[in-house]
């Protein structure tokens, strides 16, 4: 028992990674001690794994997240001619699954149309801005914040007008 305690004592850090990764579900993660230093990295390679939408707390809990989202989205000045064109419940149904869809969840909706939003690059930023505030606004840890953005960012020239920076 003794061994135990002492272990625990000059290993907190890697104890703390290992009890966070238990708990989380990933499996197969190595305890450090302190001459081989990179828990933390294991770590973060096992979180990285998980899908975002699972980290985010799954569909359910995410779906709020998006609907302020688009509310933002959808009633900036400069987004607003977006939507001038489109239902607003369909678009945001589109935008839903669209989100769901980045983030690592199951999608049951196409997601081309967004090319006939003539989108611009700096449309682009203002909605990646908002997702970083709303996401900010709710706690979400700056890693997942980060996530969503690469997120976005991996269909920004599906979406994006080429060519096009006004």
Known sequence: M???QNFIE???????IAAVAAAIGIVGIKVLNQENRGSAKILDASIQKVPLIERLGGEQAVQPMISLLFERISNNKDLKSLF??????KASQHFSAVVLHLFGGKSTQSQSDH???NI?????EIILNLLDQVLKMLGVDDRE????????LTKKYQIVIPNKNA
């Not at 001038?84 to 419940?89: D, F, H, L, W």
């Open 84 to 89: 001038q064109n489109v239902e607003k419940s």
């Open 10 to 16: 000059n290993n907190k850090a890697a104890v703390a």
């Open 145 to 152: 914040i980060n996530d969503a953005r690469e997120a976005f």
């Open 115 to 117: 090319c006939k939003l």
């Open 120 to 124: 611009t690059e700096a449309q682009f």
């Open 2 to 4: 003794q061994k135990i």
